[in-house]
C-alpha cells in the first residue's frame, strides 16, 4: 500500500465515528439548533482562515503558499456567507465575536507546526476531510429542522471549497512527501490533528447539547 492509501484508510478509520446517524434531540426548536450550530461554524472559519494566513507568510513553497492564500480567502467568505444568514434568521451580530472565549485548542495546537509538510498534513488534508464530513452531516440535520436555505448555502457554496481545500492539501503531500521521515511527520500530524478534533467535537457536543458540529 502507498504512503497516501495508508494515510487515506487511518483517516477514514479515525472519522468512521462520524458516520453514527445523528439523533435529533425531541423538543429542541429548530430556529435555536441552526442558529447556535451557525455560530460554532463563525468561529471555525475564523480559526481556519487567520491560520491558512499565518502559514501563508512563513512557508516558502510558492503552491502551498498560493494554496493557503486562497483558502484564506475560502474561509473569510465563508464567515461572511453564514454571518449573513444568521442575520436572515433574525439574529443581532452586532459586538459578537467568535474568539471572545479564545482559541480552540486544535487552533493553539496548529499554530505550533513549523514544518510545510506538518502544515498541510494537518490543516488542508486533516482538517478539511474532517470538515467534509460533519459538515455533510450537518446539511443533513439542517434539513430534518427544516432549514433548507442553510442546508443550500453548505450545500451549493461552502462544500465545494472545503472539497477544493482538502484535494490541495492531497496534492501537496503527493509532492513533498517523498522520503519515509517526511511521511512519518505527515502521518503523526493527522493523527493528532483527527484526535484533537474529535476531543473538541465530544466537548463542543456536551456544552452545546448540539448533534452534530460544522466543519469549515
Ligand atoms: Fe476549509
Ligand atoms: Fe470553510
Avoid at 516558502?60 to 473569510?76: N, T, Y
Wanted: charged letters at 25%; proline letters at 3%; glycine letters at 6%.
Amino acid at each position: 500500500m502507498g504512503f497516501i492509501e495508508g494515510l487515506y484508510q487511518e483517516v477514514a478509520q479515525a472519522l468512521r465515528k462520524l458516520e453514527e446517524i445523528p439523533v435529533l434531540e425531541t423538543g429542541i426548536s429548530p430556529k435555536v439548533g441552526v442558529v447556535e450550530l451557525l455560530k460554532m461554524a463563525l468561529k471555525n472559519e475564523m480559526e481556519a482562515s487567520q491560520l491558512a494566513a499565518l502559514w501563508m507568510t512563513s512557508t516558502s513553497e510558492i503552491d502551498i503558499k498560493l494554496g493557503l492564500a486562497r483558502q484564506c480567502g475560502d474561509e473569510a467568505k465563508h464567515y461572511r456567507l453564514i454571518e449573513k444568514r444568521l442575520i436572515e434568521l433574525g439574529e443581532n451580530l452586532d459586538g459578537f465575536s467568535p474568539l471572545a472565549m479564545g482559541y480552540s485548542p486544535l487552533y493553539q495546537w496548529l499554530i505550533t507546526l513549523e514544518s510545510s509538510i506538518e502544515r498541510v498534513a494537518a490543516g488542508p488534508f486533516a482538517r478539511e476531510a474532517i470538515a467534509i464530513k460533519r459538515n455533510a452531516q450537518l446539511i443533513a440535520v439542517l434539513e430534518a429542522m427544516g432549514d433548507q436555505l442553510s442546508a443550500d448555502l453548505y450545500r451549493n457554496q461552502i462544500q465545494p471549497d472545503e472539497d477544493w481545500h482538502h484535494n490541495f492539501g492531497l496534492s501537496m503531500l503527493r509532492k513533498y512527501a517523498v522520503t519515509s521521515e517526511l511521511q512519518e511527520k505527515a502521518s503523526l500530524a493527522t493523527i493528532r490533528t483527527i484526535e484533537l478534533a474529535d476531543e473538541l467535537r465530544s466537548a463542543a457536543m456536551a456544552k452545546s447539547g448540539a448533534c452534530v458540529i460544522p466543519g469549515c
